[in-house]
């Protein structure tokens, strides 16, 4: 059992362990950076109630964020971890055809699952094969090059998660930054604006000695970082409310959008507790439905009835 979290935490295509690691680092540099010089300097090293307090947030917000990361990253996302049907139905078989109605009968009778070539398996609608994973990912959104895997269907909720206090996390620093640069420079000049925007122009043409381009590189990269995040979030959120994966997106394909309001749509990636899985990611939220039947709006094979909402 423990093998194999391990295996999952390693990328197939060992490049990808660099991203990991630098993500890694980065975490690690906030961390240190925050604790050990923005914090100190804006309470005088004195230990206040309000320093306890920082610490305490800036701890749920590690928390939260290693703790969705490892997650993420641990989810088995592939479709090893489902039953492949050996043989798919022949398109012509309709449902008024089939004597049982059983769950495996409702899948076959609907032919949105495919083969996979590589994988050699018959695959369920949504999952696709990832050259970099080397496998068939359960309803697939993307490949994430920082995090080295897929995510879909097993890791979304932990993914956006991770996102969203990684977001957290940088406004934070940067508030914290805002109140270290006043306690620093007392007010703001050209000095401390150039160190901002150019922190290597700055410090090439002796504006900014070695520890002050450190501080500026690190706080003008938290600016940069939390906007890239917040794109990103915006972009995922977008995807959820439309009931699409990128793939689906990329390619126009809404069948499985469909007419779900906000809450529906939520509670797909993020499970029936939807608005309490922010808070940890230990909450048991599991997402909706098994990731092979999908609500859709599609035709149905070689049926006379046309366009309807059925799952699949
Ligand atoms: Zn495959
Ligand atoms: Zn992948």
Redo the contacts with the bound molecule.
Sequence with gaps: MVNRKVKLLIPKDRGELIPIFFVLFLICVYVIFELYVILPAIYNNIFTYKEICHLIFGLYIIFNLIGNLFLCMASDTSIDTIICPVLLPSPNITASQSSTNTHQEMIYQHCNWHYCHRCEVNVPPRSQH?H??KKC?LKRDH?CSFLG??IGFRNIRYYMCFLIWTWIGLFYCNILHVDYTYELVGTFSWRVIVACLFPFGAWLFRVLDHFSLLLSFICSTSIVLSLYILFLIIQQMYLIMNGQTWHEHGKNIQIYSGQKDLQSNLEIIFGRRWYCVLFSPLISSPAYGDGMTFDSTTNEPSNSRTSENKRI
């Design positions: 990832c970099l994973c990912i490949h895997r897929c």
